[in-house]
Nanobody, 118 residues
Framework: QVQLVESGGGLVQPGGSLRLSCTAS????????MAWYRQAPGKQRELVAD???????NYEDSVKGRFTISRDNAKKTVYLQMNSLKPEDTAVYYC????????????WGRGTQVTVSS
């Protein structure tokens, strides 16, 4: 079973930036569409951004123009660069391999907490 470990979260002021990392225990990025999700308190987990194995990206409307998903296959790591952060971006962020109909392929990791507050 592939393990996913997220890191890079923290406390940041509105307008600030963070870069999240997700490292996989196996080289899966050439096979799967990788995605970042987030779950805010009291809300369902939602898809934030995804990156197909051939390099196409997709973003949730509220993060378009502010977030960028990328990957480094050699490091088995997918990144989420988050700029112009807003309080509503506060959530636990997770990565996974995105399947069809909202499914995912692997067990969820622990996630990384992002808190945007002044």
């Amino acid at each position: 079973q592939v393990q996913l470990v997220e890191s890079g979260g923290g406390l940041v002021q509105p307008g600030g930036s963070l870069r999240l990392s997700c490292t996989a225990s196996a080289n899966i990025f050439s096979i799967y569409t990788m995605a970042w999700y987030r779950q805010a308190p009291g809300k369902q987990r939602e898809l934030v951004a995804d990156l197909t194995n051939n390099g196409r990206t997709n973003y949730e409307d509220s993060v378009k123009g502010r977030f960028t998903i990328s990957r480094d296959n050699a490091k088995k790591t997918v990144y989420l660069q988050m700029n112009s952060l807003k309080p509503e971006d506060t959530a636990v962020y997770y990565c996974n391999a995105k399947g069809g109909a909202g499914g995912i392929y692997f067990s969820w990791g622990r996630g990384t907490q992002v808190t945007v507050s002044s």
